[in-house]
């Protein structure tokens, strides 16, 4: 469907399966790869630090506008 999505794995099984940007209102989709990979990079620092995988938005926002 010409969009980015990310997964994140833990054990060989598939944990989070983003399809669309969180933390933004309605159906939106990764634009580009960078974008995907930033939001994927918050979500694992998060985890790692055994939080809550929930992208708020104004991370999103701050994820969006640094390019």
Do not use: C
């Not at 944990?15 to 159906?27: A, C, H, R, S, Y």
Request: avoid cysteine; charge should be positive; charged fraction near 20%.
């Amino acid at each position: 469907n010409h969009h980015w999505i990310y997964t994140v794995e833990h054990q060989g099984k598939t944990i989070i399966k983003q399809e669309t940007i969180p933390g933004v209102q309605g159906i939106q989709y990764f634009p580009d790869h960078s974008t995907a990979t930033k939001t994927a990079s918050l979500v694992k620092h998060k985890l790692t630090r055994g939080q809550s995988p929930t992208i708020s938005q104004e991370e999103m926002e701050l994820i969006l506008n640094t390019k």
